[in-house]
T-cell receptor
Framework: DAGVIQSPRHEVTEMGQEVTLRCKPISGHDYLFWYRQTMMRGLELLIYFNNNVPIDDSGMPEDRFSAKMPNASFSTLKIQPSEPRDSAVYFC?????????????FGPGTRLTVL | AQKVTQAQTEISVVEKEDVTLDCVYETRDTTYYLFWYKQPPSGELVFLIRRNSFDEQNEISGRYSWNFQKSTSSFNFTITASQVVDSAVYFCALSHHTGRRALTFGSGTRLQVQP
């Protein structure tokens, strides 16, 4: 089975540009999480979905960030406009509530650099 | 609020030495989950173990073992006979048993195993 798939793996953009990160969770998983990893703040949750519905977006930094999950197999995290402080590795993870609860499997991450 | 503390920022050992990574957590929940993840130099996050708070049995998996002590709120991870391939950053994490599903991560411990 394929794991969590994220694209792109690396993104370099200029301040003010729109950035869209993509995630395909493991098939059958009903929870999807977006985390961000920085040197200063470590790994922190941005938002998570259950059955495509956003449940907790308390970690989303500000209105420049938005996330959607239009169906069970796809989610996007958008930053508009991007700023240098958004530079980080963004991880997507998924889990299945019916199996081993909250055992989250992570994608390879997207390394975002905003110049 | 939940909190995870990994006081050891970096540990360096020589191959074949045993090494223990410490994890101390804080939570008001009576039931919860604890996790360890490995982040090798390639950057992905690899799930190692999930422990339910009402199961205090220690666990061993090959060269890895975990010591959960609810009385001291600790969930330590020991690698026996360390190998160069064990070099990575290791994260301890905590989540609610029910309700909010997000993981709260510690700051990580970087383990360097020298040949």
């Amino acid at each position: 089975d394929a794991g969590v798939i994220q694209s792109p793996r690396h993104e370099v953009t200029e301040m003010g540009q729109e950035v869209t990160l993509r995630c395909k969770p493991i098939s059958g998983h009903d929870y999807l999480f977006w985390y961000r990893q920085t040197m200063m703040r470590g790994l922190e949750l941005l938002i998570y979905f259950n059955n495509n519905v956003p449940i907790d977006d308390s970690g989303m930094p500000e209105d420049r960030f938005s996330a959607k999950m239009p169906n069970a197999s796809f989610s996007t995290l958008k930053i508009q406009p991007s700023e240098p402080r958004d530079s980080a590795v963004y991880f997507c993870a998924s889990s299945f509530s019916g199996g081993r609860p909250n055992e989250q499997f992570f994608g390879p991450g997207t390394r975002l650099t905003v110049l | 609020a939940q909190k995870v503390t990994q006081a050891q920022t970096e540990i360096s050992v020589v191959e074949k030495e045993d090494v223990t990574l410490d994890c101390v957590y804080e939570t008001r929940d009576t039931t919860y989950y604890l996790f360890w993840y490995k982040q090798p130099p390639s950057g992905e996050l690899v799930f190692l173990i999930r422990r339910n708070s009402f199961d205090e049995q220690n666990e061993i998996s090959g060269r890895y073992s975990w010591n959960f002590q609810k009385s001291t709120s600790s969930f330590n991870f020991t690698i026996t006979a360390s190998q160069v391939v064990d070099s990575a950053v290791y994260f301890c994490a905590l989540s609610h048993h029910t309700g909010r599903r997000a993981l709260t991560f510690g700051s990580g411990t970087r383990l360097q195993v020298q040949p």
